[in-house]
Nanobody, 124 residues
Framework: QVRLRESGGGLVQAGDSLSLSCAFDGRIFSNNGLGWFRQAPGKEREFVAALAWRGGTTIYAESVKGRFSISRDNARNTLSLQMSDLKVEDTAVYYC?????????????????WGQGTQVTVSS
């Protein structure tokens, strides 16, 4: 049973914008914090952004602050990541994840469910 499914990845040029979506199982995750992580080739999976179950409390990695925006629509069971001014170093597989509690976290260990990931490639 797929509980989290990402979509929207692709190949873009530096400076472009891209939007990622994650469909989540609302029966399970409506009251959980949700987050986005990414993993570039040869690197550890790193935190990107997260928000609380109501969406009001958001946190961002310093590297994406001001360029990325996370949001959720609990009525549609969708988590989104709006990315603008993309840089080559944003190239990675992006994963959405559901936290154990009601708030998002920068720590991987706080998340219990993960999607399969979607590839984002930014060319120069």
């Amino acid at each position: 049973q797929v509980r989290l499914r990402e979509s929207g990845g692709g190949l873009v040029q530096a400076g472009d914008s891209l939007s990622l979506s994650c469909a989540f199982d609302g029966r399970i995750f409506s009251n959980n914090g949700l987050g986005w992580f990414r993993q570039a080739p040869g690197k550890e999976r790193e935190f990107v952004a997260a928000l609380a179950w109501r969406g009001g409390t958001t946190i961002y990695a310093e590297s994406v602050k001001g360029r990325f925006s996370i949001s959720r629509d609990n009525a549609r069971n969708t988590l989104s990541l709006q990315m603008s001014d993309l840089k080559v170093e944003d190239t990675a597989v992006y994963y959405c994840a559901a936290a154990r509690g009601s708030y998002g976290s920068t720590e991987r260990s706080a998340y219990t469910y993960w999607g399969q990931g979607t590839q984002v490639t930014v060319s120069s």
